[in-house]
């Protein structure tokens, strides 16, 4: 029986992406989707097939994240995305009411507005997880909370959030928010688009949790890149979409291999000038993107900045890394890359010329590096990406 399927999208690439074909495999299944997502998010979703109800995300677009994030900023983060989920859930309520979905997928970072409509809703929920996943036995918060001062748990943010927390619930005449109101929610079904290997504490996650391992578009549907000729090795350096403003970082990785034998392709993102970064020697060449996906199939290393997508995609393509965290959570991903052999990690502020030269030729000829890529690539695939998702998704549809 074909199904309404509500999806609660998180405004960012990173979980955008890996959503799209998704969206696509049910649509061509003939299901109904609807897909509640930030206004500038519209267009890709629309394009999977989707119809979406958008809202004024308070998330801005196109930004790029401070490497240092002060603990002022830090205990404000909860009340940012609880005020996300009240923006997306009213949005739901108002064009949805009148059509409830038989079932809202919700992505992690809007748990608060997915599992509160579906509870309102009396429908089943499922959690799509474009991270890692979290239980009792590993948690990604506390991870990262490990490698931040401590936050007093009385700042005013903190206590606003609480309270607002409550009075969102209470307003649609739920209970008080419990555990599993903070970003540790399990479901009947929760989708990970992470390798099982991967994971830590893998084996302590029960059959509820499905690691598809990254979500990727068809090789058919991908944007096209090839490498030039010549046959020289392809090294691709790139930051995500986040994590862009790092003209010193650049700089350092062109004259890291200015004059080595490497074609060099930099992704920059929008907020820095090309220009600043001075003259380039023909085998480095700067843009403001590059599909990320077709020049990791050629290439020999990636230099990255440890988000969990770029690292599933670098796998997904045999492809062994350079993690260079931008960010404190970012680099609970650069270690267990460099814990689980996948590559080299070099500490944000170790950067230099030399460190990225020797880390790039090291992750290039070390054999049990190599080793360890193809194996880890073999697993993450197998995990069946998107179409094991969507089948998952509908299987469980069905069943609930």
């Known amino acids: 029986m074909k199904k309404h399927i509500a999806f609660f999208v998180a405004p960012y690439q990173g979980h955008v992406n890996p959503l799209l074909p998704v969206v696509a495999d049910l649509v061509g299944r003939g299901h109904r989707i609807t897909c509640v997502t930030a206004s500038h998010f519209v267009e890709p979703l629309v394009a999977a097939g989707a119809r979406t109800v958008g809202y004024p995300s308070v998330w801005p677009a196109n930004r790029s994240v401070p490497a240092e994030v002060p603990a002022e900023e830090m205990a404000k983060g909860p009340l940012q995305i609880l005020r996300e989920n009240i923006a997306a859930a009213t949005a ?209 290393v990636f230099v990255t900045h440890g988000g969990i997508r770029s690292a599933m995609e670098a796998l997904s393509a045999g492809t062994p890394m350079v993690a260079v965290a931008q960010s404190v959570e970012l680099d609970f991903t650069a270690r267990r890359i460099a814990e689980l052999g996948l590559g080299v990690r070099i500490a944000r502020r170790e950067v230099t010329p030399e460190a990225l030269r020797t880390a790039v030729r090291t992750a290039a000829e070390d054999p049990e590096i190599q080793r360890r890529v193809a194996a880890m690539s073999e697993s993450v695939r197998a995990g069946g990406g998107a179409a094991r998702a969507a089948h998952a998704i509908e299987a469980y549809a069905e069943r609930v």
């Open 92 to 300: 739901a309520e108002r064009e949805l009411a009148a059509d409830a979905p038989d079932l809202v997928v919700y992505d992690t970072l809007m748990n608060f507005g997915g599992r509160a409509l579906a509870e309102k809703w009396g429908r089943p929920a499922a959690q799509f997880i474009p991270l890692l996943a979290s239980n009792e036995h590993f948690s990604v918060l506390q991870e990262v909370a490990n490698e931040f001062p401590p936050v007093d748990p009385q700042h005013p943010a903190l206590l606003e959030f609480g309270a607002r927390l409550g009075e969102f619930r209470a307003g649609h005449g739920l209970s008080a928010p419990g555990p599993g109101d903070f970003l540790a929610a399990s479901e009947g079904l929760n989708l990970v688009c992470v390798g099982r290997d991967f994971q830590p504490a893998a084996d302590t996650f029960d059959e509820r949790y499905v690691f598809v391992g990254p979500s990727l578009p068809e090789p058919g549907d991908r944007a096209p890149w090839s490498p030039p000729e010549g046959g020289a090795p392809v090294l691709l350096v790139a930051l995500g979409t986040l994590f862009t403003e790092r003209p010193d970082f650049y700089r350092a990785c062109a004259e890291a291999f200015a004059d080595q034998s490497w074609h060099v392709v930099m992704a920059i993102g929008d907020h820095v000038d090309p220009a600043g970064l001075g003259p380039l020697p023909p085998h480095v060449e700067v843009h403001r993107r590059v599909p990320q996906l077709a020049v990791l199939e050629h290439a020999r």
